[in-house]
Nanobody
Framework: QVQLVESGGGLVQAGGSLRLSCAAS????????MGWFRQAPGKDREFVAS?????????SYADSVKDRFTISRDNAKNTVYLQMNSLKPEDTAVYYC???????????WGQGTQVTVSS
């Protein structure tokens, strides 16, 4: 079992910044990647960013957040971060982190943290 706990969400004005954290615990030794997803009201959950734990820690971003968001990892703390800059009202959503233990779909999800960007 793996537990994921997100934090760092909140209310911010457009153009502002927030940093989300996702702390992983449990059987994470075989994990291969972690990612951030978001779900806005009335919309499907969508991919935001991911970081691989192999191959040099490569990262991937959705086009909508590229050059504004940065995903990073602190191995010692078993924590992944999402630095969000130049926030826009359309970034408003519940943000979820997830962890992948193999090469398939993400296996475990956090409970989500609300991000609200006011115009």
């Amino acid at each position: 079992q793996v537990q994921l706990v997100e934090s760092g969400g909140g209310l911010v004005q457009a153009g502002g910044s927030l940093r989300l954290s996702c702390a992983a615990s449990g059987r994470t030794f075989s994990s291969t990647a972690m990612g951030w997803f978001r779900q806005a009201p009335g919309k499907d959950r969508e991919f935001v960013a991911s970081i691989n734990f192999w191959g040099g820690g490569s990262t991937s971003y959705a086009d909508s957040v590229k050059d504004r968001f940065t995903i990073s990892r602190d191995n010692a703390k078993n924590t992944v971060y999402l630095q969000m800059n130049s926030l826009k009202p359309e970034d408003t959503a519940v943000y979820y982190c997830a962890i992948r233990l193999g090469l398939g779909p993400y296996d475990y999800w956090g409970q989500g943290t609300q991000v609200t960007v006011s115009s």
